[in-house]
T-cell receptor, first 115, second 114 residues
Framework: AQSVSQHNHHVILSEAASLELGCNYSYGGTVNLFWYVQYPGQHLQLLLK??????LVKGIKGFEAEFIKSKFSFNLRKPSVQWSDTAEYFC?????????????FGQGTELSVKP | DTEVTQTPKHLVMGMTNKKSLKCEQH?????MYWYKQKAKKPPELMFV???????INESVPSRFSPECPNSSLLNLHLHALQPEDSALYLC?????????????FGPGTRLTVT
């Protein structure tokens, strides 16, 4: 069965530290990959996406992610985190069927940034 | 307009009650979704509507009944729920096909079953 694994359950960083959140998926076909973020008390929102082309994709708020096909990975990075980056981060893969489609989410990583 | 709205924001219901959750989007999306989310957990997909037809039901108990009256509206009818159904219920929309991954989420309805 297709799955998405996020390596870290809870990450605690100080402001200005660099961030890397791991994500691996298990699916042999063509995949579309996503990172979603859920700030405290706010909507779940799309942070960035990968469909094809340049494996290094840039998203909102200075985030980027690198797709490494050989490693089935799509890790999220940010050079310097801010207190406002405190949130829950979800990696996701989309599956498309003839009758519809869906997102498959990882378990999430809670990021806490200390001011 | 890139907003998905949900009503009510909070709902408390007894196990014998019947209530409905409502979702609306005006982005012209033709796929809509219901998710259930527990604290610190990822959203769990419940139902997918594609072009106003139910396309995916993730083996959800029959006490949850979805309805898609038109391309902008999505309802979730609730009946005889259990306390373990207490959760945040999220609605989302997207374009079908390759657009499935780019979903716009509403703020959710916080449901408490007593």
């Amino acid at each position: 069965a297709q799955s998405v694994s996020q390596h870290n359950h809870h990450v605690i960083l100080s402001e200005a530290a660099s961030l890397e959140l791991g994500c691996n998926y298990s699916y042999g076909g063509t995949v579309n990959l996503f990172w979603y973020v859920q700030y405290p008390g706010q909507h779940l929102q799309l942070l960035l996406k990968y469909f094809s082309g340049d494996p290094l994709v840039k998203g909102i708020k200075g985030f980027e992610a690198e797709f490494i096909k050989s490693k089935f990975s799509f890790n999220l990075r940010k050079p310097s985190v801010q207190w406002s980056d405190t949130a829950e981060y979800f990696c996701a893969v989309s599956r498309i069927y003839n009758q519809g489609g869906k997102l498959i989410f990882g378990q999430g990583t809670e990021l806490s940034v200390k001011p | 307009d890139t907003e998905v709205t949900q009503t009510p924001k909070h709902l408390v219901m007894g196990m014998t009650n019947k209530k409905s959750l409502k979702c609306e989007q005006h982005m012209g999306h033709r796929a809509m979704y219901w998710y259930k989310q527990k604290a610190k957990k990822p959203p769990e997909l419940m139902f997918v509507y594609s072009y106003e037809k139910l396309s995916i039901n993730e083996s959800v108990p029959s006490r949850f009944s979805p309805e898609c009256p038109n391309s902008s509206l999505l309802n979730l009818h609730l009946h005889a729920l259990q306390p373990e159904d207490s959760a945040l219920y999220l609605c989302a929309s997207s374009q079908p096909g390759q657009g499935v991954g780019e979903q716009y989420f509403g703020p959710g309805t916080r449901l408490t079953v007593t």
